[in-house]
């Protein structure tokens, strides 16, 4: 059973930094073979792209993060961590972990962040 599970979301101040993590497990030689991605959904809004990166570690990002969240991966430990600085208001949603393995795609239960003073 393929089980994606984020942390590090919670309640930071504007300006600060959260790393959120997403482990994998169940997936059949782990997540080397997979595209990985955080989306995000705010109240009221359709969920959206964050950041993505290929098996290759070729990255995209959306424009609204460029610049202040990074997206790195580690094999070993089928782990991809989203690093988030410089956090906005409107950086405030559920963040969730995505896998996409030649189209087969898995989801997590998300993660909240609150970017709040």
């Known amino acids: 059973q393929v089980q994606l599970v984020e942390s590090g979301g919670g309640l930071v101040q504007p300006g600060g930094s959260l790393r959120l993590s997403c482990s994998a497990s169940?997936?059949?030689?782990?997540?080397?073979?997979?595209?990985m991605g955080w989306y995000r959904q705010a109240p009221g809004k359709q969920r959206e792209l964050v950041a993505r990166?290929?098996?290759?570690?070729?990255?995209n990002y959306a424009d609204s993060v460029k610049g202040r969240f990074t997206i790195s991966r580690d094999d070993a430990k089928s782990t991809v961590y989203l690093q988030m600085n410089s956090l906005k208001p409107e950086d405030s949603a559920v963040y969730y972990c995505?896998?996409?393995?030649?189209?087969?795609?898995?989801w997590g239960q998300g993660t909240q962040v609150t970017v709040s003073s």
């Open positions: 169940g997936i059949a030689f782990g997540i080397y073979l997979s595209a």
């Open positions: 995505n896998s996409d393995k030649f189209g087969t795609q898995y």
């Open positions: 990166i290929t098996s290759g570690g070729s990255t």
